[in-house]
T-cell receptor
Framework: GEDVEQSLFLSVREGDSSVINCTYT??????LYWYKQEPGAGLQLLTY?????DMKQDQRLTVLLNKKDKHLSLRIADTQTGDSAIYFC????????????FGRGTSLIVHP | DAEITQSPRHKITETGRQVTLACHQT?????MFWYRQDLGHGLRLIHY???????NKGEVSDGYSVSRSNTEDLPLTLESAASSQTSVYFC???????????????FGPGTRLTVL
């Protein structure tokens, strides 16, 4: 079955880059998602990548996928205090169920 | 704009009472899901539905039930609330075609439930 692992905490200084890492185990073609959860709110999709891609960039966000190592990363450039949140990695095999497997979330703390 | 809403946002109840949490989506999604979020456990799936009159158990379904009588709503009922069910509950929905969003889930704002 699928398993998604991420580190629990990351602390960065405002203006630096943040890199949040995730590993997954499913070997089939899969969708990989990054969600952001701000305090007191639900999860919101930031970006997603399909497993036939290596990289996806969207403004300050860069997603890198290493299929061989089953490693996914989210890089946030020029991190701001508003980026402080919990970031969830999730995967969902294509052609399978509609239920993604979520990691436990990484709490990103941005300090001045 | 399409959205997914939950009510109430906060609820305090007593052990043994029946509680129903509402979830309503206007995305016209076939798939709907209920999760609970607890420190140290992340998100855990309670129940899910792939369409009207379809319901399925998730990994932590004991003590919970759902019904799907229309596309828009998936209410979650706690038959006899227990202190272990104190949590934040999230409803989510998703479409059945990958399209441009990979069948992403859209989440509601959550309901914070306290069982005393």
């Amino acid at each position: 079955g699928e398993d998604v692992e991420q580190s629990l905490f990351l602390s960065v200084r405002e203006g630096d880059s943040s890199v949040i890492n995730c590993t997954y185990t499913d070997s089939s073609s899969t969708y990989l998602y990054w969600y952001k959860q701000e305090p007191g709110a639900g999860l919101q999709l930031l970006t997603y990548i399909f497993s036939n891609m290596d990289m996806k960039q969207d403004q300050r966000l860069t997603v890198l996928l290493n299929k061989k190592d089953k490693h996914l990363s989210l890089r946030i450039a020029d991190t701001q205090t508003g980026d402080s949140a919990i970031y969830f990695c999730a995967e969902r095999p294509s052609g399978g169920s509609y239920i993604p497997t979520f990691g436990r979330g990484t709490s990103l703390i941005v300090h001045p | 704009d399409a959205e997914i809403t939950q009510s109430p946002r906060h609820k305090i109840t007593e052990t043994g009472r029946q509680v129903t949490l509402a979830c309503h989506q206007t995305w016209n999604h076939n798939n709907m899901f209920w999760y609970r979020q607890d420190l140290g456990h992340g998100l855990r799936l309670i129940h899910y539905s792939y369409g009207v009159h379809d319901t399925n158990k998730g990994e932590v379904s004991d003590g919970y039930s759902v019904s799907r009588s229309n596309t828009e709503d998936l209410p979650l009922t706690l038959e006899s609330a227990a202190s272990s069910q104190t949590s934040v509950y999230f409803c989510a929905s998703s479409g059945q075609t990958a399209g441009t969003s990979g069948s992403q889930q859209f989440f509601g704002p959550g309901t914070r439930l306290t069982v005393l």
